[in-house]
């Protein structure tokens, strides 16, 4: 039974949401992987010192903030690559 066009745009979607959940862990996890290395350099005590939970939050809002730049600028430049491909079509009748 071949699939309606509602159940395959259903499909996408879950496999959209499901990359998009996926880069989400990934990141998470590069974040914290990254942070942790850089921050936490005593392992004698189950507390988490001052000096290593400031860096963790500095560490975590540099990446956050870094990411939202990068994907910021890659939006910016899409949009430029866009309109630059609609202005060619336009100019070789393409269109």
Known sequence: MAKSPENIALDQLDKDQMKTFSDFLMSYNKLSERCFTD??????SRDVKDTEEKCS?????KYLKMNQRVSQRFQEFQV???ENA???AQKTGKL
């Not at 921050?39 to 004698?44: A, E």
């Not at 939050?57 to 809002?61: D, H, V």
């Open 39 to 44: 921050c936490v350099r005593d392992f004698t």
């Open 57 to 61: 939050l500095n560490c975590m809002e």
């Open 80 to 82: 430029v690559a866009n």
């Open 86 to 88: 609609l202005a060619m």
